[in-house]
């Protein structure tokens, strides 16, 4: 995507599949992974519907609620250790109490 390569991780906990990340380095590129993210936006929001989003002047993020899942995109656009990652996870459910 944009001339990146995400590689996956997975993540466990309690034999069940918790979390999966997809993350490109993106130093290589000239937009630092900009052009990526905004590719990764989109088919978020025909996906999911409208983001709740935030940037500040190193990164920039979009995050969407699905059901049992929470994703999120971020892109942290540092020359040194620039980024795009997709995160799916499985939503945890938590009361006042609990925190």
């Not at 997975?10 to 000239?30: G, H, K, N």
């Not at 990526?36 to 989003?53: D, P, S």
């Amino acid at each position: 995507m944009a001339g990146l390569m995400f590689e996956p991780t997975f993540f466990f906990a309690a034999s069940e599949l918790r979390r999966v990340e997809y993350v490109a380095t993106a130093q290589a590129v000239p937009d630092n992974g900009a052009s990526a993210f905004g590719q990764l936006v989109q088919w978020g929001r025909g996906v999911f519907g409208n983001e709740l989003a935030s940037r500040d002047p190193g990164s920039a993020y979009a995050a969407w609620t699905s059901n049992d899942a929470d994703v999120y995109v971020q892109q942290v656009s540092d020359p040194r250790r620039a980024t795009v990652r997709l995160v799916y996870k499985a939503r945890q459910l938590r009361d006042g109490s609990e925190l």
